[in-house]
């Protein structure tokens, strides 16, 4: 998931990169006056407004703005909050201690897909658009492959000093941004990021290096590793689905898509092939829900509420595979999520396989439940599920 600036810039501040002193968040115009009230009191000449949106290029787009008064500060707000930048409302703002800038540097260490491994990319040329001055300037880029050995160790700092040297930061510097790249990297590895990136990185007039950015993704297949990736999450600028955000909370894999056929399988590659399916028969998927490896009559109860919840359902397709969890346990699962559900209007289109599916089919069967239609193959559950959306639509 990626973190907008002022999270970036906390997760930097604990991980040892220095970062400008510490800010406000801002949510109205009064909050960010009383903000500019309390830096500007504090002896800073200066109060940077931004918006908190999860795109770059926010300078550009007006986003962020310099003021030396309250006033100045008001109308900042006023004038940022609420602004689109890239199909992004600004409804956050992050009101930092300004700056003094000498220079602007890039600095950056990131997953890249297409060699499986990271690099750290460092520029003297910061604060515009890296990807241009590597197009136009390849040389003012540097770009090296982290070696495996330093996933393990931490990048030493040797090697930190011979790439900001490479890059030609002025020697001034280059002591404190090798240290700097040092802790950046030891934040990257620590807390799982696909991305930590500085832009600009500054070099303030008594020779500091500060990050005066911060774009970080994290990786969230690490999520357990860090109790406080929720956290992350704020209002205001993570427009995620409701049913998603619980979905995440009981540990389900649930995504909402735009049709009206709700989905419900076990294990990533069986929903995908369900979601398939589905659309081979004329129909389209509002969702699909992945309940892991079990089907106990618990997390069936709560995998089946939570995409019943979405209003935009109106059948279910439930598709099964046993392979450890027995088809009549599944059976029984489905059952007794029923029980504790009480009525609904969508018809569940059921489908089992795998070890005892047989077993599975007879129990459903013999239930005769008015919810449930038993089907035997994937095509005839989608064949069904898709009609049965269509009239109740
Ligand atoms: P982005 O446009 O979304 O990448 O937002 P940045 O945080 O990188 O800010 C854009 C630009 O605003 C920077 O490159 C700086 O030139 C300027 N800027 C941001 N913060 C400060 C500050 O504290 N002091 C000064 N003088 N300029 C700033
Ligand atoms: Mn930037």
Redesign the pocket.
Known sequence: MDLV?FQGKQLFARNGVPV?PPGDIARTVEEAVTSAERILGGGTS?V?V?AQVKV?????AG??R?ARSVEEAREAAEAILGLDIKGHEVRVLYM?P????VE?YYLSVMHDRVNKGDLIICSRQG?VDIEEVNRTDPDAVVKRQVVPSERVDGLSRTVALEIVTQADLPVEVRESAADLLVALFGAYLAEDATLAEI??LIRTPDDRVVA??AKVSLDENAAFRHGELAEWRIDGIDGDDPLETRAREQGMQYVKLDGDVGVLGNGAGLVMATLDVVAQNGGRAANFLDVGGGASAESMAASLKLVLSDPAVKSVFINIFGGITRGEDVARGVLGALEQLGEFPQQLIVRLDGTNAEEGRRILEEAAHPSIIPAPTMQEAAALAVASARSAA
Do not use: Q, Y
């Not at 770059?56 to 550009?60: A, D, L, P, V, Y």
């Not at 300004?98 to 800038?101: E, K």
């Open positions: 600036e400008p200066a940077v931004k770059g290029g926010r300078g550009k986003g962020v310099l930092e300004a700056s003094d800038i602007e604060g832009n600009p005066l950015d």
